[in-house]
C-alpha cells in the first residue's frame, strides 16, 4: 500500500532545505549582496546597534551581516536579537556564535518563537524595543497576515533604521511554477505563494519608501529528473512541501511537476545540467 501524502515536519524541513542549499547559489547571491550593498545600507548609525532577525538562521547569514556591521563600525557594540520558531535552526545558529571568536561586542539574545508570537509577546509586555536594522530573511512565506506583519516590525524601527526583506523575485521560476502550474503542486504546503511583486504592493499601500535590489540565483535541479534519486527526492520533497514526494505522489503528478520545472520559465539547461531559477529580491525599507 502507497503511504499517503503529507506535509514535511520541521525537522524533515530542515533537511530538505540543506539539499536545497548544496545545490543552489542562493547564499552566493546574498554574499555578493552583502559585498556590494550592505556597507552603504547599514552606514547611518554610529554609536551602538541593535538589530533583530527573523528567518534564515540555519546557514548563519545574520553572522555575515554582523561582521559587515563591524567594518563598517569598528568597536561598535551589537545587540542582536534572533526570533526563529524551529529548535533546529535556534541550535544550529548557537554553534555557529560559539565557533565565531572574531564577533566582539556582539550579544546574543534568542527567541524561540514565529513572527506573529513574538509580536503578541512584545505587544503584551507593552515593550516596544527599538531596532537599527531588521531583516526578513526568505521568511514571509510561512505568515498569515502579510501586510501587518511588515507594519510591525517596521514601526519597530528606529530613527534611520532599515529593513531589509528577502523574497523570491518575480521573474524566479517559483513564481512562474506557483502562477501558471500550481496544478503540478500538492495541496500539502501551507505556504503562501508570494513574490516580490506582493510585498512591494504592501509597502505602496502603507506609504513606506523602498528600494528593490534584483539577484541572479540558480538552483541545479538535474537530479529531480532521475526516478528514485535520493538527492532528487529530497528537492522535489522542498519544491513540494512534501515528505517522499517521490514515492507518495500520484505518477500523473509527479509528471506534471517534472514537465513543469523544464518549461523556459522555469529553468534552463547548461552543460547538460536542468537549473532552475532562484532569483531574489531585496527589499530595503526606510523607517
Same mark, same amino acid.
Given at each position: 500500500?502507497?503511504?499517503?501524502?503529507?506535509?514535511?515536519?520541521?525537522?524533515?524541513?530542515?533537511?530538505?532545505?540543506?539539499?536545497?542549499? =548544496?545545490?543552489?547559489?542562493?547564499?552566493?547571491?546574498?554574499?555578493?549582496?552583502?559585498?556590494?550593498?550592505?556597507?552603504?545600507?547599514?552606514?547611518?548609525?554610529?554609536?551602538?546597534?541593535?538589530?533583530?532577525?527573523?528567518? =534564515?538562521?540555519?546557514?548563519?547569514?545574520?553572522?555575515?551581516?554582523?561582521?559587515?556591521?563591524?567594518?563598517?563600525?569598528?568597536?561598535?557594540?551589537?545587540?542582536?536579537?534572533?526570533?526563529?520558531?524551529? !529548535?533546529?535552526?535556534?541550535?544550529?545558529?548557537?554553534?555557529?556564535?560559539?565557533?565565531?571568536? =572574531?564577533?566582539?561586542?556582539?550579544?546574543?539574545?534568542?527567541?524561540?518563537?514565529?513572527?506573529?508570537?513574538?509580536?503578541?509577546?512584545?505587544?503584551?509586555?507593552?515593550?516596544?524595543?527599538?531596532?537599527?536594522?531588521?531583516?526578513?530573511?526568505?521568511?514571509?512565506?510561512?505568515?498569515?497576515?502579510? !501586510?501587518?506583519?511588515?507594519?510591525?516590525?517596521?514601526?519597530?524601527?528606529?530613527?534611520?533604521?532599515?529593513?531589509?526583506?528577502?523574497?523570491?523575485?518575480?521573474?524566479?521560476?517559483?513564481?512562474?511554477?506557483?502562477?501558471?502550474?500550481? =496544478?503540478?503542486?500538492?495541496?500539502?504546503?501551507?505556504?503562501?505563494?508570494i513574490t516580490c511583486g506582493g510585498i512591494t504592493e504592501a509597502l505602496r499601500r502603507l506609504g513606506v519608501q523602498h528600494r528593490v535590489y534584483e539577484l541572479p540565483s540558480g538552483w541545479d535541479i538535474t537530479e529531480c529528473f532521475s526516478e528514485g534519486d535520493a538527492v532528487g527526492g529530497r528537492m522535489l520533497d522542498f519544491l513540494t512541501g512534501t515528505k517522499n514526494f517521490q514515492g507518495t505522489a500520484p505518477p500523473a503528478l509527479r509528471r506534471r511537476l517534472r514537465e513543469?520545472?523544464?518549461?523556459?520559465?522555469?529553468?534552463?539547461?547548461?552543460?547538460?545540467?536542468?537549473?532552475?531559477?532562484?532569483?531574489?529580491?531585496?527589499?530595503?525599507?526606510?523607517?
Open positions: 500500500m502507497i503511504p499517503s501524502m503529507r506535509s514535511l515536519t520541521a525537522e524533515e524541513y530542515v533537511e530538505a532545505f540543506k539539499s536545497f542549499l =548544496d545545490h543552489s547559489t542562493e547564499h552566493q547571491c546574498m554574499d555578493e549582496f552583502n559585498k556590494e550593498q550592505m556597507p552603504n545600507i547599514v552606514a547611518g548609525h554610529k554609536a551602538g546597534h541593535a538589530s533583530l532577525l527573523l528567518g =534564515d538562521v540555519l546557514a548563519g547569514a545574520d553572522l555575515k551581516m554582523i561582521r559587515i556591521l563591524q567594518a563598517v563600525h569598528p568597536g561598535v557594540s551589537i545587540d542582536n536579537e534572533i526570533v526563529e520558531p524551529n !529548535p533546529q535552526h535556534v541550535a544550529a545558529y548557537k554553534e555557529l556564535v560559539n565557533q565565531a571568536p =572574531d564577533l566582539q561586542n556582539v550579544s546574543f539574545i534568542w527567541h524561540q518563537l514565529t513572527s506573529l508570537e513574538y509580536e503578541q509577546q512584545v505587544k503584551e509586555k507593552g515593550t516596544h524595543k527599538k531596532f537599527d536594522f531588521i531583516h526578513m530573511i526568505q521568511m514571509l512565506y510561512r505568515v498569515e497576515d502579510i !501586510p501587518n506583519t511588515i507594519k510591525f516590525f517596521h514601526s519597530c524601527l528606529d530613527h534611520h533604521g532599515k529593513l531589509l526583506i528577502i523574497i523570491l523575485s518575480d521573474s524566479s521560476g517559483w513564481a512562474s511554477l506557483w502562477k501558471r502550474h500550481r =496544478d503540478c503542486l500538492p495541496a500539502t504546503d501551507s505556504g503562501h505563494y513543469a520545472l523544464r518549461q523556459p520559465e522555469c529553468s534552463s539547461t547548461r552543460d547538460g545540467r536542468v537549473i532552475f531559477s532562484n532569483n531574489l529580491s531585496m527589499i530595503v525599507v526606510d523607517s
